[in-house]
Nanobody, 123 residues
């Protein structure tokens, strides 16, 4: 079992930046691919970014590529999402998730989820 706790959300003006953090419990954090997803009411959960176990590969949704950066610090059991040039349409609850098997962009592939952190971008 893995427990994930997101933090760093809040209110920011359009064009501003936020850095989300996801702290994981346990000693096996480095064995998981990690992903960031977001969701708004009435919509399906949407892939944002992911990073492989060794941090050798990162993947991004087209809508955030060039603005968002995912990273991880395995020594701290933490994954980050740096969000720059934020837009109002980026407003959502952001979730981190852990996937122990093979890389996927699908939420269904991820076994463990945090509680989410709210990001609100004002115009």
């Amino acid at each position: 079992q893995v427990q994930l706790v997101e933090s760093g959300g809040g209110l920011v003006q359009a064009g501003g930046s936020l850095r989300l953090s996801c702290a994981a419990s346990g000693r096996t954090f480095r064995n998981y691919n990690m992903g960031w997803f977001r969701q708004v009411p009435g919509k399906e959960r949407e892939f944002v970014a992911s990073i492989t176990r060794s941090a050798g590969y990162t993947y991004y949704a087209d809508s955030v590529k060039g603005r968002f950066t995912i990273s991880r610090d395995n020594a701290k059991n933490t994954v980050y999402l740096q969000m720059n040039s934020l837009k109002p349409e980026n407003t959502a609850i952001y979730y981190c998730a852990a996937e122990p098997d093979h890389y996927s962009r699908s939420p269904a592939a991820y076994d463990y989820w945090g509680q989410g952190t709210q990001v609100t971008v004002s115009s």
